[in-house]
């Protein structure tokens, strides 16, 4: 089953419900040599089910201090494409290794890409 570490909105219960059907059981993470800023939600779904106009996002920064906190949850491949019709055209999802070497779906900014 795939991993997807999130640090933003997916680690709301309520989100989880609205794309999964259930709520997920995850453990804490981070991803290093990342940075979290905040992008503008104009998917008007998105901020209904999310209840923000506003959601974080990660960009590399290749430095070492930087690190994001969040949480990697197990997935269903189902539940994997549900989460990527649930983000924006602002993410998209790459594997990294997370701080703990496990290797994990993150979405991160479209813009790199």
Known sequence: MPLLFSYGTL???????AN??????????????YAERLVEIT????????????HPIVVETGRDTDRVPG???ELTEDELLAADKYEVDDYHRVLLSLESGVRAWVYVSAAAY
């Open 71 to 73: 949480t990697v949850f």
């Open 11 to 17: 680690q709301d219960p309520a989100v989880q419900r």
């Open 20 to 33: 999964f059907g259930r709520e997920l059981e995850g453990r804490a993470a981070a991803l290093p040599g």
């Open 43 to 54: 998917d008007s779904d998105v901020v209904t089910t999310s209840g923000k106009t506003h």
